[in-house]
């Protein structure tokens, strides 16, 4: 009864937060005209999005793992996005919500890329993977139209105080899920391809 009653409440939920915008905390809204501009010459961009409000009063927090160390990149709320610049490689991107989940990623210099922040039911609060979005995708008239109804946030001062303060905890999910993510077959890890940016 108990596994019915939390299904109903799990499905209507979902419905009411269908429409939900996140608050932002620990991050800054750009100013009202503020763009996401072209990547600076020799440079590259990542721009991690929100699109589905599933999960909305829980933001989801971006790191780039560097020599098997989380380091912050920013912090996303429901149909939110935020840029990363970043110069051409090979990277590990990690996001945290009640768990954590991984992304590879190529870049190749003086493109643009996306990836899709994908909110999932956990058992206490709301679980997040990220997606890359493919370069047919993120170039369509559709795709860049949408890239208006999301807010642009930017990291601040409060982004790396919270990353600081939180240091334990992130550094035992990437541990722990980190572990279980390679240990799937390498089809089933997500990758951001060098083809992919735009």
Same mark, same amino acid.
């Given at each position: 009864?108990?596994?019915?009653?939390?299904?109903?409440? =799990?499905?209507?939920?979902?419905?009411?937060?269908?429409?939900?915008?996140?608050?932002?905390?620990?991050?800054?809204?750009?100013?009202?005209?503020?763009? /996401?501009?072209?990547? &600076?010459?020799?440079?590259?961009?990542?721009?991690? %999005?929100?699109? *589905?409000?599933?999960?909305?009063?829980?933001?989801?927090?971006?790191?780039?793992?560097?020599?098997? @160390?989380? !380091?912050?990149?920013?912090?996303?709320?429901?149909?939110?996005?935020?840029?990363?610049?970043?110069?051409?490689?090979?990277?590990?991107?990690?996001?945290?919500?009640?768990?954590? #989940?991984?992304?590879?990623?190529?870049?190749?210099?003086?493109?643009?890329?996306?990836? $899709? /922040?994908?909110?999932?039911?956990?058992?206490?609060?709301?679980?997040?993977?990220?997606?890359?979005?493919?370069?047919?995708?993120?170039?369509?008239? !559709?795709?860049? !139209?949408?890239?208006? $109804?999301?807010? %642009?946030? /930017?990291?601040?001062? =409060? @982004?790396?105080?919270?990353?600081?303060? *939180?240091?334990?905890?992130?550094?035992?999910?990437?541990?722990?899920?980190?572990?279980?993510?390679?240990?799937?077959?390498? *089809? %089933?890890?997500? &990758?951001?391809?060098?083809? #992919?940016?735009?």
């Amino acid at each position: 009864m108990k596994n019915i009653i939390f299904s109903i409440l =799990s499905i209507v939920m979902l419905f009411i937060l269908s429409g939900c915008s996140g608050t932002v905390s620990n991050m800054q809204v750009a100013t009202p005209g503020e763009i /996401i501009s072209s990547p &600076k010459e020799g440079t590259s961009k990542i721009v991690f %999005l929100r699109t *589905n409000s599933l999960g909305f009063a829980i933001q989801s927090s971006i790191f780039k793992i560097k020599n098997n @160390t989380p !380091e912050i990149v920013g912090i996303v709320a429901a149909k939110k996005k935020m840029s990363y610049d970043i110069n051409p490689g090979n990277y590990i991107f990690m996001v945290i919500g009640e768990s954590a #989940d991984f992304m590879y990623a190529e870049i190749k210099e003086n493109k643009t890329y996306y990836a $899709d /922040i994908t909110p999932r039911m956990g058992m206490w609060k709301a679980r997040f993977s990220l997606a890359p979005i493919s370069g047919e995708v993120a170039s369509s008239q !559709e795709f860049i !139209e949408s890239l208006n $109804d999301y807010q %642009l946030v /930017i990291p601040n001062e =409060s @982004t790396k105080i919270w990353a600081i303060n *939180n240091q334990e905890s992130i550094s035992s999910k990437y541990t722990e899920y980190y572990k279980k993510w390679m240990s799937k077959e390498e *089809n %089933l890890r997500p &990758k951001l391809l060098s083809s #992919d940016g735009i």
